[in-house]
């Protein structure tokens, strides 16, 4: 798989992917900027209370746990490389809204705080040991804790005025979550760059044992 990977960084569409992620990122930060200089505009999803697209976007962004574990998500697939630098994004919003479907129909689950904040833990561990799991073994690991989000996210719909409106801007903020972390994850071709992000995976896996710390103790 290396050697794949490394045949498509020298046929240039590395570059064309890296021009990709340059726009994304652009598209998200103009995104945000208009959101957030919305002011009361928020509310108008059509039903004209608060609970739509903006709020659905915003969430991962204000919720440190979300935001990690989906930045991570990124992170570890451009540190195992093709194909799963492509698959892991994909897989994690797929599976999410497997698990927000559990979530509205309010089927019996495990614990979901401590699933999240166990994917932030274990996800920065990962990256911060380097650790090169097979392609199936990544995408069920990250397929699994999508389910913990998703669930999250499902049993908040009933409560929100537009739960489309706000689906879609949470599964948008997600699919942008995922290619900063890509994106973070091109540092590794610089000089100490693999040092770098098995540092900020530690970091992530502090976070995620601090979230678990208090999901337990709650």
């Known amino acids: 798989m290396n050697r794949t990977w490394r045949a498509i960084e020298g046929s240039g569409i590395e570059r064309k992917v890296?021009?990709?992620?340059?726009?994304?990122?652009?598209?998200?930060?103009?995104?945000?900027?208009?959101i957030l200089t919305a002011g009361t505009v928020d509310a108008h999803t059509g039903t004209g209370l608060a609970g739509g697209f903006n709020a659905g976007f915003l969430h991962p962004l204000n919720g440190p746990d979300h935001l990690?574990?989906?930045?991570?998500?990124?992170?570890w697939g451009a540190f195992l490389g093709y194909p799963l630098i492509v698959a892991l994004p994909v897989i994690f919003p797929a599976v999410m809204?497997?698990?927000?479907?559990?979530?509205?129909?309010?089927?019996?689950?495990?614990p979901v705080e401590i699933g999240i904040a166990l994917s932030v833990l274990l996800l920065g561990a990962v990256i911060a040991g380097a650790?090169?799991?097979?392609?199936?073994a990544a995408c069920s690991v990250v397929g699994l804790f999508a389910l913990f989000h998703g669930y999250a996210h499902g049993q908040e719909l009933p409560s929100v005025a537009d739960p489309i409106a706000y689906s879609v801007g949470f599964v948008l903020?997600?699919?942008?979550?995922?290619?900063?972390?890509?994106?973070?994850?091109?540092?590794?071709?610089?000089?100490?760059?693999?040092?770098?992000?098995?540092?900020?995976?530690?970091?992530?896996?502090?976070a995620g044992f601090f979230f678990l710390s208090n999901a337990i103790t709650q």
């Open 173 to 206: 903020a997600t699919g942008m979550l995922h290619v900063v972390g890509i994106a973070i994850g091109y540092v590794r071709k610089w000089p100490k760059g693999t040092v770098a992000l098995r540092g900020l995976g530690g970091l992530i896996a502090a």
């Open 97 to 110: 809204a497997v698990g927000g479907v559990l979530g509205i129909a309010n089927v019996p689950f495990p």
């Open 18 to 34: 890296q021009v990709a992620l340059r726009l994304t990122l652009a598209a998200a930060v103009l995104t945000v900027g208009a």
């Open 68 to 75: 990690l574990a989906m930045v991570a998500v990124g992170l």
């Open 131 to 136: 650790f090169r799991a097979p392609a199936w």
